[in-house]
T-cell receptor, first 115, second 114 residues
Framework: AQSVTQLDSQVPVFEEAPVELRCNYSSSVSVYLFWYVQYPNQGLQLLLKYLSGSTLVKGINGFEAEFNKSQTSFHLRKPSVHISDTAEYFCAVSDPATGRRALTFGSGTRLQVQP | DTEVTQTPKHLVMGMTNKKSLKCEQHMGHRAMYWYKQKAKKPPELMFVYSYEKLSINESVPSRFSPECPNSSLLNLHLHALQPEDSALYLC?????????????FGPGTRLTVT
């Protein structure tokens, strides 16, 4: 079964500093990878996704992520964060090899941007 | 229109009540999902409908009963719930339910069972 690990439950960072949120998945076979953001009292919104091709994926709000197949990682980065980026971030994987058409989510990382 | 709407926003119900959650989308999507999310946890998949047919049931207790009357509408009927069922219930949709699709989430219904 597929699993997703987000090692950091909370990441505090100062405004305008860079940030990296880490995500590792369990399978090295072809998978589809997603990052979703959840602002307080809201549903989830897609930031970016990796399906195939270039390993560097750019998303909304200045976020980008790098797919690394050998390390089974898909870390999310932003060069300069804003207060408004404070939210919960979920990495998710979809694995065709399982035949299960559903996302497997990581446990989430709370990004806290401080002034 | 890329919106998924959910009603009500908040719901408080007793353990003997019967209530329903409603989800609607007008994006022409043919896959719809129910998730349960407890505080500070990721969403947990409950049900998936594909072309109005139930395709995944994650061993959810029968006190939760999903219904997909048409391709735009998804309901979750609730009966005899327990306090531990209190959570945020999220609805999502995607184009056809294939592996590489983005899911669009609604804002959720916050359910409290007393």
């Amino acid at each position: 079964a597929q699993s997703v690990t987000q090692l950091d439950s909370q990441v505090p960072v100062f405004e305008e500093a860079p940030v990296e949120l880490r995500c590792n998945y369990s399978s090295s076979v072809s998978v589809y990878l997603f990052w979703y953001v959840q602002y307080p009292n809201q549903g989830l919104q897609l930031l970016l996704k990796y399906l195939s091709g270039s390993t560097l994926v750019k998303g909304i709000n200045g976020f980008e992520a790098e797919f690394n197949k050998s390390q089974t990682s898909f870390h999310l980065r932003k060069p300069s964060v804003h207060i408004s980026d404070t939210a919960e971030y979920f990495c998710a994987v979809s694995d065709p090899a399982t035949g299960r058409r559903a996302l497997t989510f990581g446990s989430g990382t709370r990004l806290q941007v401080q002034p | 229109d890329t919106e998924v709407t959910q009603t009500p926003k908040h719901l408080v119900m007793g353990m003997t009540n019967k209530k329903s959650l409603k989800c609607e989308q007008h994006m022409g999507h043919r896959a719809m999902y129910w998730y349960k999310q407890k505080a500070k946890k990721p969403p947990e998949l409950m049900f998936v409908y594909s072309y109005e047919k139930l395709s995944i049931n994650e061993s959810v207790p029968s006190r939760f009963s999903p219904e997909c009357p048409n391709s735009s509408l998804l309901n979750l009927h609730l009966h005899a719930l327990q306090p531990e069922d209190s959570a945020l219930y999220l609805c999502a949709s995607s184009q056809t339910g294939t592996f590489d699709e983005e899911q669009y989430f609604g804002p959720g219904t916050r359910l409290t069972v007393t």
